[in-house]
């Protein structure tokens, strides 16, 4: 087995995340495991219908099909990797059908609901750097990953930017308007020392209230306590306050290169999926509008 070599490969080759990074351990695992259940055999040498068993126990044991079809790709790329290294001869997962996944539209807030939810945080410490976390990550679209790693270096509040290392270590430089810098100003210079108290060595930008940088289940939760205060219940993650951000640029003229830029993806064609909201949004006007629609 090569797992780690493969690993260190999507670290070092791909620059892949830790979380993704993560996954791919998880999911290869997985099919390790189950490769111990047929008679212990060396999941390097796994065959073809090996691969059919393994995709059908993984439909019987009620996975949706969204997991199935990461799992397989992560299986997909391990045996991928083996055969780009010349460990083995043939790929197994050579015409393995996985489920098809319904596609569901893109999950955003309208603007009136982003401006309902940065509302909400109130003028003690606590409100001014929840509204500085929520502002920055609308006005950014950055994910909840690199909202907890920033650090306070990481925003020129001078010219008006905030720095995101990225998670492929591509750092891009993201502007940040009016609301923002003044959130982020009133809660650096009059908040955040008053809870990072006596720890001055401290470099992260968000802090909980031990002082120390907050963490991913800190983050989820500040969300959720403003979602239901602001009635938007289940309808906010962070990820969908980071689709907000796009679609609104979107509608409102931003070019897809840029997006992309902005978004940090490495392919446009995960920024293309945000098209398909203007394309509704023209196809309501002109049924509304149109006398022949």
Same mark, same amino acid.
């Given at each position: 087995m090569h797992l780690e070599q493969f690993i260190v490969y999507l670290e070092k080759e791909k620059k892949k995340s830790r979380n993704t990074l993560e996954a791919y #351990? /998880?999911?290869?695992? *997985?099919?390790? #495991?189950?490769?111990? *259940? /047929?008679?212990? +055999?060396?999941?390097?040498?796994a065959t073809n219908t090996d691969l059919v068993a393994f995709l059908m126990d993984l439909k019987e044991g009620k996975k949706a099909p969204a997991t199935i079809n990461r799992k397989m790709a992560s299986v997909r790329a391990y045996f991928g990797f083996l055969m780009e290294k010349h460990i083995i001869e043939e790929n197994p997962t050579t015409n393995i059908k996985t489920p098809?996944?319904? +596609? +569901? %539209?893109?999950?955003y807030l309208t603007i009136e609901e982003v401006d309902a939810l940065l509302a909400m945080p109130d003028e003690s410490v606590r409100g001014k750097r929840d509204r500085a976390i929520l502002e920055l990550m609308y006005a950014? %679209?950055?994910r909840v990953n690199e909202v907890i790693a920033a650090n306070v270096s990481d925003v020129?509040? /001078?010219?008006g930017f905030f720095t995101c290392p990225g998670e492929s270590g591509k750092a891009r430089i993201i502007p940040i308007g009016r609301p923002a810098k003044a959130a982020l100003e009133e809660y650096i210079y009059n908040s955040r020392d008053m809870i990072i108290k006596n720890n001055k060595k401290e470099q992260s930008l968000f802090v909980n209230y031990y002082g120390k940088r907050m963490t991913r289940q800190g983050l989820w939760k500040i969300m959720k306590e403003y979602a239901d205060k602001a009635g938007l219940g289940q309808k906010l993650t962070p990820h969908i306050l980071r689709n907000s951000f796009a679609v609104h640029m979107v509608q409102n003229g931003a070019d897809l290169k840029s997006l992309q830029e902005l978004l940090g993806h490495e392919d446009?064609?995960?920024t293309q999926i945000y098209l398909s909201v203007t394309k509704n949004r023209i196809k309501d006007v002109y049924d509304k509008t149109h006398p022949r629609a």
């Open positions: #351990k /998880r999911d290869i695992a *997985g099919f390790f #495991k189950f490769m111990q *259940g /047929r008679d212990d +055999k060396d999941p390097d040498e098809k996944v319904e +596609k +569901k %539209g893109i999950e950014t %679209g950055i020129n509040l /001078r010219i446009i064609s995960a």
